[in-house]
């Protein structure tokens, strides 16, 4: 069966990752030929920084493109988003 959708965005905390995220970034990969993973948090929630969060995410979906925005000023993540949102083609289906 053929992907209903080009590209499906998955946007969370992950700060624990659980179940319930591997079980929405899985069926996004089932309906989609590209998944997206963004992880954002601020502040940083203590023992789930950046870094360990994107180890997870790596990890565990190590077919997704995985981004995690740092802790910051909006400016500087919806700078990265938007370079982002230019690198990844994105067509709304509803």
Request: proline share 5%; glycine share 6%; hydrophobic share 45%.
């Amino acid at each position: 069966m053929s992907a209903a959708f080009g590209v499906g965005l998955v946007v969370g905390k992950f700060a624990p990752l659980h179940k319930g995220h591997v079980l929405v970034v899985e069926h996004a990969a089932s309906l989609c030929r590209r998944v997206v993973v963004i992880s954002y948090s601020s502040p940083e929630l203590p023992g789930y920084e950046a870094e360990r969060r994107e180890t997870w995410l790596k990890a565990c979906f190590p077919n997704a493109t995985v981004l995690v925005l740092p802790s910051g000023s909006w400016d500087a993540t919806s700078r990265l988003f938007l370079q982002t949102t230019r690198r990844v083609s994105f067509s709304a289906s509803l």
